[in-house]
């Protein structure tokens, strides 16, 4: 049956800020306390998603959950309207205030893990809500992810939507950007790869649980191979998997060290995936790496078979890594095309192009089962630019997150969404 892989990004939140939450992510750390520009942040966004549009592909979006996240004051014991509730919060706990009024729902690679039908026991799409219980900002998304994905995907004959697994170390789980799906082509038997980490004193945190890969794996049924992230890459600064390495049907683009057992990968991959074809590079370092993204890339199935590179713009503006990508895109192997996206905001804090977006792998029946208004064409798209135009606001300091007037706007801002929604 001919499959298709949908690439869902998460449109970036009108509250879109720099409050530096995430240890271990260099670049939330680097620009703590930057003023963010919110609108050309979601107008980045929604440019790369054009982009793919541009390319034939097929293209969704996820919208953002309401922020700050006030039922999550609630839920910890602030009581009153609104208003008073977020006074309060900002008032009586800064931090915890700074934590519920992230966007950072918008890299949807942290959502769930999506296992293809073609994988799973039960002939439907899988997707298990991430937990993001490592980070305090990022564990609030769930339940709204949960309910998100429930809506989108309401058809139970052809998904199957997990809630997040228990929130503890024991279990964390970041989601698809700690998962790789190996297969000859999109709608074939694949063989998933969970990478995780481990307690091994690094110096920063180690966010995905090998036991969340072996949950994933158990709830769907799907054939997986569990396998260890190198902890240079995560003391360099690789938080996810996906900033080291992407895959894509049966190539494998990756840093040299990105993996504890790089042989032990190449070795099984080679075993399991017919045609199986490796693409290391070794010639910029790992921080290199970091800095440019070029493995935070999306890695796509063009219409006419090849495939394409989609990078930040920091990877072409880096001169080692552009040479690489040069050398990737002359080399023996499909990858016939690097093609630069500015999400520049969002790569501010930690999250590129492959980040953003969350894939969907897809039989025809099944596209047509999807929420419709969350796919995109050219109508739908102009609708968000406009409303991002219109509401979203034009800068954020971080200082500003406790001004009501703030709250206000970036209500209003929701409100338009919900409302579009129902038109779309
Ligand atoms: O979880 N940044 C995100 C970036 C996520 C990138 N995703 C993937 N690699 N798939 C994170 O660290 C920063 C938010 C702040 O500091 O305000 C943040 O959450």
């Not at 950072?104 to 073609?118: C, D, E, L, R």
């Not at 998904?159 to 074939?188: C, I, K, W, Y």
């Not at 890339?297 to 063009?302: D, G, I, K, N, R």
Request: glycine fraction near 6%.
């Amino acid at each position: 049956m001919k499959s298709i892989e949908i690439n869902f990004d998460g449109l970036i939140g009108p509250i879109h800020n720099y409050a530096g939450l995430s240890p271990g992510n260099i670049a939330s750390a680097t620009n703590a306390g930057a003023v963010s520009q919110p609108r050309a942040a979601a107008l980045q966004g929604l440019g790369k998603m054009r982009k793919l549009m541009d390319l034939g592909l097929v293209q969704g979006f996820f919208p953002p959950p309401r922020r700050p996240a006030i039922a999550a004051l609630r839920a910890l014991g602030f009581q009153g309207k609104d208003v008073e509730i977020l006074s309060a919060a900002a008032r009586e706990d800064p931090l915890l205030f700074n934590n519920i009024c992230s966007a950072s729902a918008m890299w949807a690679a942290n959502a769930a893990t999506v296992i293809a039908s073609a994988d799973s026991a039960d002939g439907r799409v899988h997707f298990v809500t991430a937990n993001l219980a490592t980070m305090l900002h990022r564990s609030f998304e769930a339940v709204d992810t949960f309910a998100m994905l429930r809506r989108i995907f309401a058809d139970e004959s052809s998904f199957g939507v997990h809630p997040a697994l228990p929130a503890t170390q024991h279990f964390s789980d970041e989601g698809a950007a700690n998962h790789m799906r190996l297969t000859p082509q999109h709608g074939t038997r694949g063989l998933n790869v969970f990478i995780h980490g481990a307690q091994r004193g690094s110096r920063f945190p180690e966010r995905q649980a090998r036991r969340a890969g072996e949950a994933v794996a158990r709830l769907s049924g799907a054939p997986a191979l569990h396998m260890l992230q190198s902890q240079r890459a995560i003391e360099a600064g690789a938080f996810h998997n996906d900033v080291v390495a992407v895959a894509n049907e049966y190539v494998l683009l990756c840093h040299a060290e990105a993996f504890e057992d790089r042989d032990g990968l190449f070795a099984a991959l080679a075993e399991a995936v017919p045609g199986f074809v490796p693409v290391e590079v070794d010639s910029i370092t790992l921080d290199d790496a970091i800095r440019s993204y070029l493995f935070n890339s999306q890695l796509v199935t063009l219409p006419d078979g090849s495939m394409a590179l989609i990078l930040p713009s920091e990877a072409r503006e880096h001169e080692r890594v552009w040479t690489a990508v040069e050398a990737i895109v002359a080399g023996n192997n499909p990858i016939a095309q690097a093609i630069v996206v500015d999400v520049r905001e969002s790569m501010r804090n930690g999250g590129g192009p492959a980040c953003l977006r969350l894939r969907v792998p897809v039989t025809e029946a099944q596209r047509d089962a999807i929420d419709q208004r969350f796919l995109l064409d050219e109508r739908r798209w102009e609708a968000l630019c406009t409303l991002v135009d219109q509401h979203w606001p034009e800068q954020i300091a971080v200082s500003d997150l406790c001004l009501p007037e703030l709250w206000e706007n970036v209500g209003r801002a929701h409100d338009a969404l919900d409302d579009l929604l129902t038109r779309i």
